[in-house]
């Protein structure tokens, strides 16, 4: 009776147990990995898992020691890592300061312009944010911007770049997804498939119509309220000459729009793109002797240690997931899922909103890798479409960055901003930022066709 | 509390001699000993970075304008690539970069951060790697001894691949041995915390 009652709620309780754990502080791979192991060890001993199965274990690492799409992670985190510790993002910042600088507002659209042109790079552990951060939050106070209105425009800026494509988020969604998708049957018998190149163009009508809404905030309140975002006077300007414009501004942006492009069309992998923009960047910032073989070897040695900490989510997540699902887990939240009223969107509404909520506890990257394999094959199974549930669960953890009190940009901003901008500020300044997530997902959630046009228009029929 | 924590750490400090303080400096000394080999192999391999980056970006001009080579480029960038995250676990965690929940963890005092290290070292992370290693040994050993090449594009060196599960599962015992002998040292000692 009471062994029955274990046996049917073993995936709710290793899930609690989970959270117990990691309020622990031990690193967040290693408890998933050990709740796991823990589980199993237990379920065998009461006759409830097959021990047999975590032989599995050994080949989803290899698995993933052999899966190309993840190539592009370190490769992207390089660039990352290169573009924080040169000056050519402050030169690009320095550069739009004095192009648009003279206008109301011109700073924070420049600012999260930066935002989108680093985005590639971005998306492990908040890496961007902390660029952008420090890059545009000390050159928009001094010129006498209103704290809120600061504090909101670095957490859009900063956070942005995770969801525009090829971003390493999306990167490792399509993966998830695609693993998701895999055991799925969809309502009529039909598999489902879904890729990263998908899941990217899906993706783009929806952040550009994010982005829309930022620049249409910023520039609202550069025209209502121009005090909150002054104009810097010309003296204050950063010089310019044609030369410069055209080295820290124009080559990069078509450089970046050749790659996206490139990738999008199919001509480059993306891996590719991201290898062959290492290598520019690599050759010219030596060439200006801003790195320096030392400088490099700090560069590499970081590279390994961020890739480290993702893969080893990963591993932890797999191992989580293939115990949880073995166990009946799954079946347990199809169940609970299936109760939901709304069917499938009543369901994808709870699942989005547990994920807002995990971000109190727990970073972007890791909330993708725990709640895409156990919710998503559900979803799939209720007829939903898989671009259309990546690009929604997307931006909801995009908006987690930003949710107070925990949100990585938040904590971030908290931890640099000078004393003058307090808490209070920061919470404001989000304030209508998050709204605007709000809106577009709603937005998403009323037309799912926004997300799934363009990649049916490109590869026909079912996407 | 402050003062006698300091009254007791001038007493105990010219007693070398005091054998419980004696082994607390041998495993200090272990820990530091271990952390520097882990450190040593990942400055090393962590050039591999660079090795990757540059297969990868090969892999286009192969493919378009020789023709071939392009499929040995990728699979060597990938052997790279899983070299540096498979290394890169046990160095990532020698510096602490590990992501921790850290509601709690922020506030904690040293002697409470070690035992929360010990513990989740010796009850969560190690059964888990010792389950991977048993899996991973015959697969390994099997794989070595037929010179095993990567499934698709046969190109040489998969076992290389596959034999880094084993480097995997040796730094990382490596570097749980540095933990716990720290964890140790900091539990008996709290002023010995490096944090």
């Keep these: ?463 | 509390m402050k003062e006698l924590e300091r009254n007791r750490e001038t007493v105990t400090a010219p007693q070398a001699m005091d054998p419980g303080s004696m082994l607390l400096d041998a495993l200090d000394r272990l820990a530091n000993a271990i952390e520097a080999v882990v450190d040593r192999i990942g400055r090393v391999m962590a050039w591999l970075v660079l090795v990757e980056v540059f297969l990868l970006f090969v892999q286009n001009p192969l493919r378009e304008y020789v023709g071939r080579g392009q499929f040995f480029a990728n699979d060597m960038g990938q052997l790279s690539h899983a070299a540096v995250f498979m290394i890169g676990v046990a160095y990532a965690w020698r510096w602490d970069r590990q992501v921790r929940v850290d509601l709690f963890y922020r506030s904690m005092g040293p002697r409470t951060k070690a035992v929360v290290n010990l513990l989740g070292t010796v009850f969560l992370l190690l059964p888990w790697l010792a389950l991977v290693t048993w899996d991973a040994v015959p697969t390994v050993i099997e794989s070595v001894q037929i010179v095993e090449r990567f499934p698709e594009t046969g190109s040489p060196g998969f076992f290389v691949l596959k034999s880094l599960l084993l480097a995997f599962a040796a730094t990382m015992s490596l570097q749980a041995a540095a933990v716990i002998a720290r964890s140790i040292v900091v539990i008996r000692d709290p002023s010995r915390s490096r944090a």
């Design chain 1, 1 to 463: 009776m009471i062994l029955e009652l274990l046996h049917q709620h073993f995936g709710l309780l290793m899930l609690a147990t989970l959270v117990v754990l990691l309020t622990t502080g031990f690193p967040v791979a290693f408890t998933l990995m050990g709740t796991a192991v823990g589980f199993a060890l237990l379920g065998s001993a009461l006759g409830f898992f097959d021990a047999h199965w975590l032989t599995a274990l050994a080949f989803r690492l290899l698995g993933l020691m052999n899966d190309d799409l993840l190539q592009a992670v370190p490769v992207f985190i390089y660039l990352g890592v290169i573009l924080q510790r040169t000056t050519l993002s402050t030169e690009l910042l320095e550069t739009m300061a004095g192009l648009f600088g003279g206008r109301a507002g011109g700073l924070g659209i420049s600012s999260i312009v930066l935002g989108v042109l680093l985005a590639p790079t971005t998306g492990v552990v908040g890496a961007t944010v902390l660029t952008i951060g420090l890059l545009t939050l000390p050159s928009m106070l001094a010129a006498g911007y209103d704290r809120r209105f600061a504090s909101g425009i670095v957490c859009c800026a900063g956070t942005l770049g995770t969801i525009i494509p090829p971003s390493i988020i999306l990167i490792i969604l399509s993966g998830q997804m695609r693993l998701a998708a895999r055991d799925v049957v969809a309502p009529g018998g039909s598999s489902i498939s879904v890729n990263f190149l998908q899941i990217s163009l899906g993706a783009l009508l929806p952040v550009a119509i994010l982005l829309c809404a930022y620049l249409a905030y910023a520039l609202g309140v550069a025209l209502l309220a121009p005090q909150a975002s002054p104009a810097i006077p010309s003296q204050q300007r950063p010089r310019l000459t044609f030369r410069r414009v055209v080295v820290s501004l124009v080559l990069p942006l078509g450089l970046i729009g050749l790659m996206l492009a490139s990738i999008l069309s199919g001509k480059l992998y993306t891996v590719e793109a991201a290898a062959i923009g290492a290598i520019v960047i690599t050759i010219y910032t030596m060439f200006r002797r801003e790195l320096t073989w030392k400088r490099l070897g700090e560069t590499v040695r970081e590279v390994m240690r961020l890739s480290a900490v993702v893969f080893t989510l990963m591993m932890g997540a797999t191992t989580f997931t293939l115990v949880f699902r073995i166990m009946g887990g799954d079946a347990t939240v199809t169940k609970l899922l299936a109760q939901i009223p709304g069917g499938l969107y009543g369901a994808t509404l709870l699942v989005l909103a547990l994920s807002l909520g995990l971000c109190l506890l727990l970073d972007a990257l890791e909330i993708l890798l725990v709640v895409v394999p156990l919710t998503m094959p559900t979803l799939l199974g209720l007829g939903g479409d898989p671009v259309w549930l990546a690009v929604m669960f997307a931006i909801t953890i995009q908006s987690g960055f930003m949710v107070p009190p925990s949100g990585f940009a938040i904590c971030f901003l908290r931890s640099v901003a000078p004393a003058e901008v307090t808490t209070q500020d920061i919470y404001l300044g989000v304030a209508p930022l998050l709204a605007i997530q709000v809106m577009v997902l709603t937005l998403l959630w009323t037309f799912p066709s926004i997300a799934t046009w363009l990649p049916k228009a490109v590869y026909g029929g079912h996407a």
